[in-house]
């Protein structure tokens, strides 16, 4: 189960611990305020944690918010340099996982994950995928 508020900066704050196991394997655990990842793999998202929820043309319900949660919480340690870009594809094919398996119906999944997987690069802070203009 996962507990948060609406609020207005970031749509949403968590207000209960929330733990995901995840295939990501750090060669150290990961400590941050919010977040830590665990040698195992074990996603742990303190209460605090805020995030804007799903993003995109999309609407935020009950089988997107687990998701979108943990996937915001993934691409956080990406652009912190926690977790290389290379768990971008992995962090997306979760998301998918999670939002099926909190009851979305699967063309509505396929869609979010070819979506993350086409524009979510610049929000992982992958800067190979982002273009630049010299002058």
């Known amino acids: 189960m996962i507990r948060y508020q609406r609020r207005r900066r970031y749509k949403y704050t968590l207000t209960s611990p929330y733990t995901h196991p995840t295939d990501l ?9 919010y977040l830590q990842l665990d040698a195992d793999g074990l996603l742990t998202i303190q209460p605090g944690y805020a ?6 043309p ?4 009950p089988s997107f918010m687990r998701g979108s949660l943990v996937h915001d919480a993934l691409y956080q340690l990406m652009r912190e340099g926690d977790l290389p870009i290379e768990a971008r594809q992995r962090a997306d094919a979760l998301l998918r996982d999670i939002c099926l398996a909190a009851g979305m119906w699967p063309p509505r999944a396929r869609y979010v994950y070819w ?12 800067k190979s995928l982002q273009t630049t203009v010299a002058g």
């Open 51 to 56: 995030w804007d929820g799903p993003s995109g």
């Open 25 to 33: 394997l750090p060669s150290q655990a990961i400590e941050r305020r």
């Open 115 to 126: 979506f993350v997987r086409r524009f979510g690069a610049r929000h992982a802070g992958d």
């Open 58 to 61: 999309t609407l935020d319900t």
